[in-house]
């Protein structure tokens, strides 16, 4: 865990939180997975048409920015017949190539300041707070969009040293108006707590991509409502 100079949450007040049912129901934020070649954009088709999409993060590990933009622009167009927004992880450079919806940065991607100045005032751009209520602060106060929490279940997706409680969601979504994010091993079964807690989106990856992406879709639709 982070050391958070706010100090630890009262268990109690997770136990008297009740979701705000003034924000919007939360939806569903889907990450890819990091081979997106060959049918993948066949895929995403299925999953974006099987339920509501919020956002899709499009998220490649180690190829140049020339092969990154050459999978990321047919996925893209995907996204955009379909009104999903298309966000990039991670590279603000190439989120401005693209023209994307949105970027999202780990602690270690730069500043929301400097995204901003990058990318314009209508672009979204995430944050990684890990299980930090201090960094969730200070990266609304450098003008994200949302915020990002977790890992809050055990994840095969990446390597995380950080697990919050779901009281941290409840923490934000009663402090604060800008979004929250729950991500890391969350699946239909999983998701209702992180719902509960004040979760606005649930993220999700090898939930979908690990078996069939249209039923998984339509089994987090059936958990969101």
């Known amino acids: 865990m982070i050391d958070d100079p706010l100090g630890p949450l009262d268990p109690e007040f997770a136990a008297a939180f009740q979701r705000d049912n003034s924000r919007p129901a939360c939806q569903l934020y889907l990450i890819s997975p990091l081979e997106v070649g060959g ?3 066949s895929r995403l088709e ?15 590990k180690n190829l140049n920015q020339h092969e990154a933009a050459r999978l990321a622009e047919p ?56 299980d930090s209520r201090h960094l969730a602060m200070e990266a609304g106060e450098a003008g994200a969009d949302y915020v990002a929490f977790g890992s809050f279940y055990p994840t095969t997706t990446k390597e995380v040293k950080h697990h919050p409680e779901p009281v ?24 209702l707590p992180l719902v509960a807690a004040g979760a606005d989106f649930i993220a999700t990856s090898g939930a979908v991509w690990n078996g069939d992406e249209a039923a998984a879709i339509r089994a987090f639709s059936e958990v969101l409502g």
């Open 39 to 41: 049918s993948f954009p």
């Open 46 to 60: 299925r999953a974006l048409d099987a339920g509501p999409v919020a956002a899709f993060q499009f998220r490649v």
């Open 75 to 130: 996925l893209q167009r995907i996204c955009a017949d379909r009104d999903v927004a298309f966000i990039v992880n991670d590279s603000v450079s190439l989120a401005k190539r693209l023209g994307a919806d949105g970027v999202h940065l780990g602690q270690d991607d730069g500043d929301p300041r400097e995204a901003r100045a990058a990318l314009g005032p209508n672009v979204q751009i995430g944050v990684t707070c890990h």
């Open 168 to 191: 941290v969601l409840s923490w934000w979504s009663t402090l604060f108006e800008l979004p929250c994010v729950a991500i890391g091993g969350i699946t239909p079964a999983n998701a």
